[in-house]
């Protein structure tokens, strides 16, 4: 069945409403409520469906600037459940607005489900994400307040006006009290209507190419390296064809292919300065940092992740203990994505037998599946919901759900539990959050951690081996490592006897060996361990050393980044990842958020 859009009313003071516009003149329906505001393009109304689109009119005629968005819908249609519809704005052709920075030529900004209800904003920007489907730009989002509405300003050349609706999903029969729009005076600005005169392209943006792939088109590697901002990438069309239809048949979509597709083309990332003290092509250390500006932290840093770990399934593995690898790697990593990477990319066909034997592998195992999982870490989260505080000293709840839930990955990983009773009994000991905490930092000099550390809540005790090696004489003295590293190792065992203990490990804990000392104490001493991982990238790591109080010589900062090699999720109970910024931008291992 095809559902004809309803037209959005005008806000009160809205000064482009024409006179046969609704201008609502009720704004009960916003009043109390959360609202999100976003940008209004200038474009032709459009919903997709399974099967088909049609633009407002449900018997719209064929148009030249229709033929892009019936191909997007020829990709996506499938993904879109029976009865369901996404609601758009078709930006092909130039309409008063001269676009040219577009991340794609359709936006979604509702869909409906089979019962007539529009989605929850922040379920309807997961699920066209899902589908490779941008959403219009946030001006805005607080409780209603009309005041803040009319103080927004925009750039009237270049935008149509905003439209304002409720977080909260709604009914059809709703929908006129549940949004609303404002338009600028005197939209139309061209003597003949668009559809009238020749189609004008409006132009793309840098990172269209990135919802291309989204979408599910195959990717053109000059436009995703110019997307990326990267010279170049080395990597031959056959193989990103060969990921793409690979992560195809898995069903992967959106921000899932797009790793796959990016973590393919960009997996011969090398460590080469020697002509420039930023590589144009980022070493694998700095990868995320990299490509973070473009992608968002969590994204770029799922991309390295693929990349670090993918040769490890090309290569022979004891079939004993694959099944328990397998499970801790799901912790790290979408399997399904890294088996299709690690297969796209495989440098001959040895390698590419121990992929399809790791594969299969993972296949009896149920751990193909976007997030294989879901099924334990759902059920120990409800069963665990009731844990709440005791008293003015009582441990944070979710640090106790955290432990429950890293100890029943492993516990599930071993064999030893196949069931969620099964968890839930064998994470009673952790419930009480009676055990000590340790924050374990990991980032080259300048990165943030020292700040970071004294940002964290409650006074927790300190370890920094720069403080150590100063108490020796000088911080950058390097010749007492191996006496400050015990030092240290020591008094951070003293310091996790105590079960209410907070220890963060202040050092830039560059490698997996260096991690490992620290992380064999906490083990002894039971203790939770949170891996705080800074991402920030060379640039800005050099700008910082320049203007430290004691900074570290340039060949020093060099060493670092080429030994840096960031932890993967499942390396510790649950791991943090912080930006530039100095706060955390994604998280692994936490009970309350899902993993991909």
């Not at 309803?6 to 806000?11: A, E, F, N, Q, V």
């Not at 570290?552 to 649950?574: D, N, Y």
Request: proline share 7%; charged share 25%; glycine share 8%.
């Amino acid at each position: 069945m095809r559902v004809h859009y309803p037209r959005t009313p005008h806000l009160p003071w809205s000064p482009g409403a024409a006179a046969d516009d609704i201008r609502t003149g009720d704004l009960s329906g916003l009043t109390g409520s959360e609202v999100v505001v976003t940008e209004k393009l200038d474009g032709e109304n459009t919903t997709l469906y399974a099967d088909g689109l049609h633009a407002r009119s449900l018997d719209s005629a064929h148009h030249p600037s229709r033929a892009w968005v019936k191909g997007l819908q020829s990709r996506i249609g499938p993904r879109i459940p029976a009865g369901w519809r996404v609601c758009g704005e078709n930006l092909f052709a130039r309409h008063s607005i001269p676009y040219t920075d577009l991340d794609s030529w359709f936006h979604g900004f509702s869909v409906w489900t089979d019962q007539d209800r529009c989605l929850d904003w922040d379920d309807t920007v997961r699920f066209l994400r899902r589908l490779g489907v941008p959403t219009p730009r946030v001006l805005w989002r607080g409780r209603y307040d009309e005041r803040a509405l009319r103080a927004l300003r925009l750039d009237l050349d270049r935008q149509e006006g905003y439209v304002v609706r409720t977080v909260r999903g709604f009914p059809r029969a709703e929908f006129g009290g549940r949004i609303a729009k404002w338009v600028r005076p005197q939209h139309v600005r061209t003597d003949t209507h668009w559809m009238h005169a020749a189609v004008v392209e409006n132009g793309l943006g840098p990172t269209a190419a990135l919802w291309e792939v989204r979408s599910g088109q195959l990717p053109e590697l000059p436009l995703l390296a110019k997307s990326l901002g990267i010279p170049e990438l080395h990597c031959s069309a056959d193989e990103l064809a060969d990921v793409s239809a690979r992560l195809d048949e898995l069903g992967r979509t959106g921000d899932a292919r797009l790793a796959g597709v990016l973590a393919t083309a960009l997996r011969t990332t090398r460590r080469d300065r020697a002509a420039s003290q930023l590589s144009p092509r980022p070493a694998a250390p700095q990868l995320a940092p990299r490509l973070a500006d473009r992608l968002g932290l969590p994204l770029a840093r799922r991309v390295a992740d693929l990349v670090g770990l993918h040769s490890g399934l090309q290569q022979p593995y004891p079939d004993e203990e694959r099944r328990a690898g397998l499970v801790r790697l799901a912790a790290a990593a979408d399997l399904g994505v890294l088996h299709a990477v690690a297969a796209a990319a495989a440098p001959g066909p040895a390698e590419r037998e121990q992929v399809a034997w790791s594969a299969l592998h993972a296949e009896d195992a149920g751990l193909l599946d976007a997030d294989p999982l879901a099924w334990l870490r759902t059920g120990l989260r409800e069963a665990l919901a009731d844990l709440a505080p005791d008293g003015p000293d009582a441990a944070d709840p979710a640090d106790a759900a955290d432990r429950c839930w890293a100890q029943a990955r492993e516990a599930y990983a071993l064999g030893r539990i196949s069931t969620v009773e099964e968890a839930v009994a064998a994470t009673w000991r952790w419930r009480d959050g009676r055990f000590p905490r340790l924050v374990h930092l990991s980032g080259p000099s300048g990165s943030g951690k020292s700040t970071f550390a004294a940002a964290l809540p409650g006074v927790p005790t300190r370890i920094s081996l720069d403080d150590l090696r100063a108490a020796l004489g000088s911080r950058a003295d390097q010749r007492h490592n191996p006496e400050v590293l015990r030092t240290g190792l020591a008094r951070l065992d003293t310091a996790l006897a105590d079960a209410a203990a907070t220890v963060v490990w202040d050092a830039t804990s560059l490698n997996r060996e260096q991690r490992s000392h620290v992380h064999g104490i906490a083990r002894r001493r039971d203790a939770l361990v949170t891996q705080v991982v800074l991402l920030v990238g060379e640039q800005e790591l050099l700008r910082r050393n320049a203007v430290r109080p004691h900074p570290v010589p340039s060949e020093v900062l060099t060493a670092q980044l080429h030994r840096f090699s960031p932890p993967h999720p499942g390396q510790a109970h649950r791991t943090w990842y912080v930006g530039p910024g100095g706060t955390v931008e994604d998280t692994a291992g936490s009970l309350d958020s899902e993993e991909y």
